[in-house]
């Protein structure tokens, strides 16, 4: 694993207790939480990624135009 560095990060009093319990309950760094989190959230970005590139060619419509019909058939 590469070397790691050291950040601030500034969670809400609230975010951070839960994260401080969470870390103690499962005997687990806070650190290591948050890196989890943080691979989790990069690894959902590179599935949208994926399904991005795989449907480019697909046709689009504009939204505001997909408004439009469903106004228009009384869904809205």
Sequence with gaps: MAASQRTTVYFPAKLYRALKVRAAVTDRGFSDLVTEAVQLLLR??????????????????AYSEVLRELKRDGLL
């Design 44 to 61: 959902e970005d590179a599935i949208d990624e994926d399904a991005i590139r795989q449907r480019r060619k697909e046709p689009s419509r």
